[in-house]
């Protein structure tokens, strides 16, 4: 009875020293990082989540070029965000917590949603676990305080630099023209030569181009009454573009042959093209300026951060790719 419990004992440890060592198997280390280490469960998870968020905004070549800087950039990026997370962990003047609920609550109020129990549906019907997502959201505010407090708080733009850079660059304050357009479509079925020549005999007897659209017109906008809408330069198909340049306000294209049918276009509207004053373009050329600087200044953070750090890849190809 003895040898009996003897061996069951031994079988029971010999099995938990298996498991064991499959854990150590499955969670395989792909960096380390400092006192952290990345898993290859972890970059998994990591990289899954991403190429789900890839499929549903890209398609065809620019989805294969996301793809390719994903596999690439991927691990770099999980190293940054762990180097990120343990700066954080230093800041005590930061309140996570405060920042969470000012956050939470302005998304309620934005969304129309009045408690947190429904703020949880919601989420849920999303697919997403609200314990999972408030650690997203704290791990990102501490990850964002690092960045404001190291990197945003050391950039200053002088308004010569902003008043310079609208000088210097006309190019991208420049509004392109836009037109207001009515349109008549008629589809190609069926004899359209007679209809065609009727639609222009009635314009030119003074016959409103509007009316004539609600009652001729086989595309949607003859429930508007020609509306066709407003376009800037480059917004237009080309053939319907290059038409409509040579119209002055009032006056109508010839008809143009457009993939399955027939277009008269009537320009309403012109607005010329214009350089932006510089009150209009202030802001914006600000935050680009900031936006810059900050790019530069947050490489060379990290560049700083990770040189002072211990940092060791295990695994520079954890899924083999």
């Known amino acids: 009875m003895k ?11 010999f099995f938990s020293v298996a498991f064991l060592y499959d854990q150590e198997v499955v969670e395989e280390i792909v960096a380390i990082v400092n006192n952290d280490i990345i898993t290859l469960s972890e970059y998994r998870a990591e990289f899954q989540a991403n190429y789900q968020a890839l499929r549903a905004q890209f398609q065809g070549e620019e989805f294969d070029k996301q793809y390719d800087y994903l596999k690439q950039n991927l691990l770099n990026q999980i190293i940054t965000d762990v180097l990120l997370m343990q700066e954080a962990e230093k800041m005590e003047d930061f309140n996570v917590e405060e920042q969470m609920k000012i ?30 997502w408030r650690k997203m959201l704290r ?10 407090s190291q990197v945003h708080r050391s950039i200053v733009i002088d308004e010569s630099e902003i008043v310079s850079y609208h000088k210097s660059h006309p190019e991208e304050f420049t509004e392109p023209p836009e037109y207001m357009l009515k349109a008549i479509y008629i589809s ?3 004899e359209v030569e007679a209809v065609k020549r009727e639609i222009i005999d009635k314009i030119a007897a003074g016959e409103d181009f509007g009316s004539l659209a609600s009652q001729y017109s086989t595309g949607p906008e003859k429930d508007a009454n020609g509306d066709l809408g407003t376009f800037k330069k480059g917004e237009l198909a080309n053939d319907l573009e290059e038409a409509v340049e040579k119209l002055k306000v009032g006056e109508t294209t010839p008809w143009i042959q457009f993939r399955n049918g027939w277009y008269l276009l ?6 010329e093209s214009r350089l932006r004053a510089f009150e209009e373009a202030r802001k914006e050329i600000e935050q680009q300026l900031f936006s810059q600087r900050a790019q530069k200044r947050f490489e060379e953070f990290m560049k700083e951060l990770r040189a002072k750090s211990y940092v060791k890849i ?6 083999g790719f």
Request: hydrophobic fraction near 35%; proline fraction near 3%; aromatic fraction near 6%.
């Open 3 to 13: 040898t009996t419990r003897l061996c069951l004992s031994f079988l029971l440890l």
């Open 103 to 132: 956050y939470i609550d302005n998304l309620k109020k934005k969304n129309n949603i009045e408690s947190d129990e429904e703020f949880i549906r919601i989420l849920r019907q999303q697919g997403m676990d609200y314990d999972e």
């Open 139 to 148: 791990n990102n505010l501490l990850k964002e305080a690092v960045i404001v």
């Open 188 to 190: 190609s079925d069926g």
């Open 314 to 319: 295990l695994k520079p190809n954890p899924l």
């Open 266 to 271: 009537k320009l309403m509207e012109k607005k």
